[in-house]
């Protein structure tokens, strides 16, 4: 797609029929995000999902999708611990959830996981800038500026065998920089518009989260507005008898 000029779409999904939805729309690539433990789960940072976690969602995710691509996100410390458990987890995923690639957090220091992994057949797409399991480090969710590290760091990436690379909040000129500098396709998120492909996190775009929405997301549904109307009138309903009525019941 890229060499073709055409922009990818990926759209995160943690479940069967969310995924089936963005499968049919014609999203390119669904991402089992690690988000699920913040949008899903209900935590403050994507830490406590666990592999088992993301293997259970992921499941149901490669299930559902006929024709999007699956790539399902490496769960903190899984992409920190020695290189073998990096890709008997790794390996674990594609097994066990029918879903085609991971995804791993960091560029240059992790060119020989990304290496092993890719030599062990598991695609891998590399993840620079903001770095969600980085919170503590960085002390919470920061813009990334160093425009050298951030290109050297998909350059790494790529040459280690990444075959793609999503680049999470940076300035659209750092986002060009290195989409011009790769061969493989580059994903933004909050990276502007000159990178090969977007995503965004599906509850945020649906309308599911609630709470604080960063400036790079697009809201184009209300489905908690519309969730909470519903449950609204069926409570009345049932309330003043009007549910169930003959329509609904067995003779
Ligand atoms: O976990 C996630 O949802 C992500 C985002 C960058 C889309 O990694």
Redesign the pocket.
């Known amino acids: 797609m890229r060499k073709a000029g055409e922009r990818i779409t990926m759209l995160?999904a943690y479940d069967y029929p969310t995924a089936a939805a963005l499968d049919a729309a014609g999203i390119d690539v669904l991402?089992v995000?690690?988000?699920l433990a913040m949008v899903v789960q209900g935590h403050d940072t994507?830490l406590p999902v666990t592999l088992d976690q993301m293997i259970y969602h992921a499941e149901m995710v490669g299930r559902a999708a006929k024709r999007a691509m699956v790539v399902v996100?490496l769960p903190f410390p899984e992409g920190q611990l020695s290189i073998e458990q990096t890709i008997r987890s790794s390996a674990r995923v594609l097994k066990e959830t029918r879903c085609q690639a991971v995804?791993l957090e960091g560029g240059a220091e992790q060119a020989d996981r990304i290496r092993a992994l890719t030599t062990a057949g598991i695609p891998v797409m590399a993840?620079v800038g903001l770095r969600?399991q980085n919170v503590h480090v960085e002390g919470g969710y920061v813009v990334q500026r160093d425009e050298e590290a951030l290109v050297h760091d998909a350059i790494a990436a790529e040459q280690a065998g990444a075959f793609a690379v999503?680049i999470?909040c940076v300035p659209s000129a750092v986002a060009a920089h290195i989409t011009r500098s790769l061969q493989v396709p580059t994903i933004g998120?909050g990276a502007g518009p000159a990178t090969d492909g977007q995503?965004l996190?599906i509850n945020d775009l649906i309308g599911l989260t609630s709470g604080y929405l960063p400036r790079f997301v697009t809201r184009l549904a209300d489905v908690k507005q519309e969730i909470t109307n519903a449950a609204t009138r069926y409570r009345d309903a049932v309330r003043d008898g009007s549910f169930p009525d003959s329509r609904h019941e067995f003779s």
Do not use: F, M, Q, W
């Open positions: 995160t991402l995000g690690d988000s994507t996100d995804k993840h969600p999503l999470e998120i995503v996190v």
